[in-house]
Structure formats: C-alpha cells, structure tokens
C-alpha cells in the first residue's frame, strides 16, 4: 500500500491523503465479493485491481488533474474531502459494524527453520512482493513506464518532448491505486474492517513512506519492514499501546535528518 | 469610518445582542462558531501570514488544555494561573518544532507532516500519562452553572459565549495589527518567496519562529477554554489530527490570509454542518454518516470552484 503512496507521489507530487481510505474500499470489495461469490480474497485481487485502476485513472483526471499547479494546501483539501466522502460513504452502506473473511487455511501455517509463519500472512507478503516486482519491471522496461519516469525527473522537459503528461499522470494514480487495491484484498485475511479504519491507515502509509523516502519504491518496501519490526519490538520490550509513539518519533528523526528519507533522492 | 469597520461595528453590536434574542442551542452554536473563529484565527498567522502549513494544531488545543486542567484538578489552581503555564508550555512546545523544523530547512509537504508526527507522538504520550487520566480521561468538576465564578471560569453558557467573544475580537485585533506591522510584512515576503526574502536580508528563521511562537500561544488559549467548556479531556479525541483538520477547515473554506476569511469559514461550516443535520432529520433520512458526505460534497466544491475561499468573492462583491 505504502508502495501505491509512493508512486502518486514521486510521479504526480500530490500527496495522497485519501490513500487509505482508498484501501478500505477494496477491502469491502473483497469481502463482498467473498460474501456474494465465494472469490477468495487472493482471486479478488483481480477484479478488485482492474476496477481501482479504472478508478484511480478518473479520479487522477477528473478531479486533481486541475489542481496539479494548486498550492499544496489546496491539494491537501481536495483529497480530504474526497476522503470524507469516501469513509462516510461506506458508513451508509456497509454500516459501522466490523466485517471479516473466513478462509479455511487463515490458521494454518507453515514451519520454516523453526519459525511458525501463518499461512495468510506469508501469501500476503508473497502478493505485496509480486506487485513489487510488476511495479519495478514496468518502470525499467516499457515505453510507458519510461515515459513516467520523464514526467517525475523533469515535468517541463516532459512536456517539451511532447509527452502527454496528464495521461500519464492519470495512468500513474491508476497504477498506485491497484498497489492499493492489492494490500486491501490481501489485508481483509488480516484484520476486521470498518470505515475509520482509512484514517489510521493513511497515516501509517505516510510514515512508512517518508522513513523510505518519498518516490522511491525500494524506499516503501525497506520503510514497511522497518516500521513493522520497530512497532513489533517496541510493541514487546514497553507497551503494545506505546507502539505507534516508536514510529512517529522514528518518523521525526528520519524528517530532521534524513528529509528526503533513507532511500530517498534530494530534490 | 469607512465602510468596512461600520459593516464590523454593526456586526459586533449584533454579536453582543445575540444571547438576547437567541436560546440556549443557538448561543451554544454561536460559542462553537467563535470557538473555530478564533482558533482558525491562531493557524491563520501561521499559515496565511508566514505559509508555515500546519496539520498538527491540535497538539497546542490539547496541551493547553491538558496543562490548565491539570494544575485545576490537582491543585485547585483556577485557569487564570493556568493559562499562563498553558501559554508557556504550547510556545515552548512550537519552537521546538519551529526550531527542528527550520534549522534543518524542513518546509512544504515534509514540515507539514512533522506537525502530524509530533501531534500523534504526544497523543499517544498521553494515552500513557496516568497523572492526567490517560485514556480513560480527565474529568473536571462541573460546578453549579447559574452564577458567574469568573476567578474559576464556572458559570453559565452565557458567560463562555461572551469570552470567546472578547478572544475573538482580541484576535482580530492583533492579526490586523501584525499584518500592517513590520513582522507582517516579513512573513507575506517569506510565503510568496522564502528564498528571495532572504536574499533581501530579511532573516527568515526568526520571523518563521516568531510567527509559530503567536500562534502556538493563541492556540494554548482556545486550548484552556475548551477544557472549562467541556469538562472533560481524552487524549484520542484532543489530539487526534481531525481536530487539526477541523482548526484548518474554517480558514481554508473562508479565505486563507485574509483577516475575515477564518471567521466567515467557522460560520459557514458551523451552520452547514448544522443545518444539513436539521435538514436530514426533517426529512426522516436517519442514515449513519450521510450527514459528512453532505459536508465532503460542499467542501469539494468550494475548494474547486472557489480555490481563494469565500471571503475574498464576497469582500469583492460587497466592495469592502
């Protein structure tokens, strides 16, 4: 997820807030997809991406393309109404009790080296690296991708080649919110979900991403094991409610002296 | 007297008379209106005056809130005593951030998002703080409402109404005579162009942390209020950033750096919010979260129809 927040931004450089209300949405995708089909949660990751990709396309074109030359805060408002809509939209339908997915492997595990791993959590991880490598491969070897990569390095010299840039703007938030769209199928074996879920999970998408670096994908993946280990130590050695302090103030010192996070370029 | 300090006058002398006329949920509309007039009042200096954005301001509500309500719980101490502590420990609490912030030539995005972290960063210290009631909360004693006990701010709606009248004029006072000052103009150079304001000799750290220390202070205030208004204090609600959101709102929506744009935004939002939840009761729409995606639909509307807020249409308008 923290991947698909990283990719909008080092492409598009709008900063994401609906990110993980967008997660919730396709959480409740796979669950009603489950509830309705019998699609496992892993299966659902298709349909699911296909349709955020569509999703994340208009709403890149329709709604924030224009505001591309705004003022930050201006974006910032933007993308917090939308996710206002977005949380309180699934309060109406799917109201605020918490809804699941049972899987008849979700307890089994499997035993490497001694250590037990659950089943749902490996194949989780196995999906976020998949998506990953896609990502990666994308980037480094199609036209579009290139082409992308343009539009981040150099906006002006993009448009100077002739490049369309809010296509591919477009194309870019359709493809962060597929990365979306994956860790929220892939979440749903994990834990419950209920609409204030996104908030929560916005914001630890923005401290996994800075503890990176903001627009670099391996940055995203180093960043979401680094805080997963620290909160899961912290969570251990002091309190498992102390746990998000660790981030945040990892989070602050990553800002004061790193900015531009581990992995993270200087603009 | 030109026009715009008559149409102010008026507006003031209505303000006064309001308890008059209005009852006991319109004058609690009213305080909840000035409440978001004032604080919105406090970001303002720092993002419409300086362009320092922050998305942390709860972090001085819930600070100068937790630190009079303590010294009254524990000590009897009244909130005059404790706004002064309140005051101290919020711009103490900014210029650290300020300091971090601006040595390091944090800004934009990033300085905004290190507002959030240490905003979640205290939460969740006090979630942990068993002297001041932890997640469970820190009550205060709700004293008998019906006489004015101003040396420990106890008493009736009409008495809160009235106080966060007076801070709020005293904010409107001060931010229209920081912005016709010399640090007004400094900060104006400093958001359109922090480079070239440097380049003028102007030197941009100190006026950046002047701005966060006014705010941060302003905000300690509404911080204290907020604790004798409602009497209790949880650290998941004070400091959770959709209070920040909340603060930013009215600014954003009214008109950011203008003086009147965080007052008409509090209005505005106050009513709307409000009156769609009148509206939905008169029509029998009894529907959870309906009410806020009402509320996302203007937001999203005013922000692309009307990106410089609302004040300065309707100041242009009105040729104010």
């Known amino acids: ?267 | 007297m030109s026009r715009a300090q008559a149409s102010l006058a008026v507006l003031g002398a209505a303000l006064v008379a309001f308890p008059f006329i209005a009852g006991n949920y319109a004058l609690s509309v009213a305080t909840l209106i000035l409440y978001f007039a004032y604080t919105g009042q406090a970001w303002n200096v720092m993002m419409g005056f300086a362009g320092q954005l922050s998305l942390g301001h709860a972090l001085y509500v819930g600070v100068g809130a937790y630190a009079a309500a303590g010294l009254f719980y524990h000590y009897g101490l009244g909130p005059w005593a404790g706004l002064w502590l309140a005051i101290l420990l919020c711009v103490a609490m900014g210029l650290i951030v300020g300091f971090l912030a601006f040595r390091f030539g944090i800004s934009g995005v990033y300085f905004a998002l290190l507002t959030i972290a240490f905003a979640e960063f205290t939460r969740i210290g006090f979630d942990h703080l068993d002297w001041l009631g932890g997640p469970g909360g820190l009550f205060l004693k709700v004293a008998q409402r019906d006489t004015w006990d101003l040396a420990n701010f106890r008493g009736p709606p009409l008495m809160y109404y009235y106080a966060m009248l007076a801070l709020c004029f005293l904010a409107l006072l001060l931010c229209s005579r920081l912005l016709g000052s010399k640090a007004g103009y400094y900060w104006q150079a400093i958001r359109e162009d922090e480079e070239a304001a440097q380049a003028l000799g102007i030197n941009t750290f100190r006026w950046k942390m002047l701005a966060v220390a006014i705010s941060s202070a302003m905000t300690a205030v509404s911080g204290v209020f907020f604790a004798f208004y409602y009497n209790n204090l949880f650290p998941e609600q004070i400091f959770h950033i959709s209070r920040s959101i909340e603060i930013i709102l009215g600014p954003i929506i009214g008109g950011i750096g203008t003086l009147f744009g965080p007052i008409l935004g509090a209005a505005l939002l106050t009513l709307l919010s409000d009156g769609i939840t009148d509206g939905l009761a008169a029509l029998g729409w009894e529907i959870p979260g309906i009410k806020q995606v009402f509320y996302g639909v203007v937001l999203l509307a005013v922000i692309m129809f009307l990106p410089n807020g609302v004040w300065p249409y309707i100041a242009k308008r009105l040729k104010l």
Do not use: W
């Open chain 1, 1 to 267: 997820m923290a991947l698909g927040l990283s990719v909008i931004f080092g492409v598009v450089r709008v900063v994401n807030f609906a990110h993980g209300e967008m997660m919730t949405v396709a959480m409740y995708a796979a669950t009603v997809l489950f509830a309705g089909l019998g699609l496992d949660p892993f299966l659902s990751i298709i349909p699911v991406a296909v349709a955020f990709f569509f999703f994340g396309y208009a709403l890149q074109r329709a709604l924030i393309n224009p505001f591309i030359t705004r003022p930050e805060h201006s974006q910032f408002m933007l993308l917090l109404a939308v996710a206002l809509i977005i949380v309180n939209g699934l309060l109406m339908i799917f109201g605020p009790s918490a809804r699941s997915v049972q899987v008849d492997y979700q307890l089994e595990s499997f035993e490497i080296g001694g250590i037990l791993v659950d089943k749902a959590r490996l194949y989780a991880a196995l999906a976020a690296v998949a998506t990953a490598a896609g990502l990666f491969a994308f980037f480094r070897t199609t036209r579009a991708g290139k082409a992308i990569r343009a539009c981040a390095d150099n906006h002006l010299g993009a448009l100077v080649v002739g490049l369309d840039v809010k296509k591919l703007y477009a194309l870019t938030f359709g493809l962060g919110a597929v990365c979306v769209a994956v860790a929220g199928c892939a979440m749903v074996l994990l834990v419950d979900v209920t609409p204030p879920l996104g908030p929560a999970y916005t914001l630890l998408a923005f401290v996994i991403v800075i503890v990176g670096g903001l627009g670099s994908m391996p940055g995203a993946l180093l960043g979401g094991v680094l805080i997963g280990v620290s909160e899961a130590l912290a969570g251990l050695l002091v309190a498992p409610s102390a746990k998000g302090m660790f981030s945040f103030g990892l989070l602050i010192l990553i800002l004061l002296f790193r900015p531009q996070g581990l992995l993270g370029k200087r603009d």
